[in-house]
């Protein structure tokens, strides 16, 4: 049987010339390192939530940040208790469910855009119309921004 070598520009290749193989060990650090450089540049891009943030830290109290960081953090507790019961197992199997979830959260997001665009356009930061705002408008900003996300 005659045995198979590989010519290089019509000379036979030395063994160094060879590609080397990567081990399992190898392939499986370079995907880690893709997938942690992927998931970083996905941390550092703001979503929705962030821009909540940002939209009440304009103002001079820090009240309204505070209310809407606790009604995110609010979401964040159904969603991990919904994955802790296996229901978010369930409603990612069920299309017709994930469907409205996601289409209620576009909505949601959409209904905030349109709110933000036809806005008067002012940001006013008197301290005695802030006073007269309640906690519950940025607390329920931020729940459902974060419980309507479609992630």
């Known amino acids: 049987m005659p045995s198979a070598t590989l010519r290089i520009a019509g000379r036979r290749a030395s063994q ?9 060990s190898q392939i499986m650090i370079a995907m880690l390192m893709i997938l942690a450089t992927i998931t970083f540049v996905a941390m550092m891009s703001p979503g929705p939530d962030m821009m909540l943030i940002v939209k009440y830290g304009c103002t001079r109290e820090r009240w309204p940040v505070v209310a809407c960081i606790v009604g995110i953090c609010c979401g964040l507790t159904v969603h991990v208790t919904l994955s802790i ?16 979830i996601k289409l209620a959260g576009a909505g949601y997001i959409i209904y905030i855009g349109f709110k933000s665009l036809f806005s008067e356009g002012k940001l006013n930061l008197d301290d005695t119309e802030n006073k007269s705002k309640n906690f ?9 921004c974060n419980i309507l996300n479609p992630r």
């Open 16 to 24: 160094n010339e060879f590609p080397k193989r990567l081990g399992t």
């Open 85 to 100: 019961l296996g229901i978010a197992a369930v409603i990612a199997a069920s299309a017709t469910i994930y469907s409205i």
């Open 136 to 144: 519950a408008t940025p607390f329920r900003d931020g729940f459902l």
